[in-house]
């Protein structure tokens, strides 16, 4: 179970990565001015803060297993 939500982790930072690349690329040739530009930004917010979430609780999950362990 621990190393699925650590995969999980990871496959937000993908998202997150390629869609800084594909907002980089979308800003650098068309400007802020298109839809796709717009998305993919916000995509990037919201992949960045789910892996932040999911890093927080799986560090709690982890303390808790490490207390009921104790």
């Known amino acids: 179970m621990k190393i699925i ?3 999980v982790e990871i496959m937000w930072l993908t998202v997150a990565a390629v869609s800084l ?3 980089y690329l979308a800003v650098s ?3 802020f001015n298109n839809q ?4 993919f930004s916000l995509l990037s917010v919201v992949s ?3 892996y932040f979430l ?3 609780q799986r ?5 808790r297993q ?3 362990k104790n």
């Open 5 to 7: 939500r650590r995969i």
């Open 21 to 23: 690349v594909e907002l």
């Open 29 to 31: 040739q068309q400007g």
């Open 36 to 39: 796709k530009t717009w998305i």
């Open 48 to 50: 960045i803060s789910m």
């Open 54 to 56: 999911r890093k927080r």
């Open 59 to 63: 560090h709690s999950w982890e303390k």
């Open 66 to 68: 490490n207390e009921a």
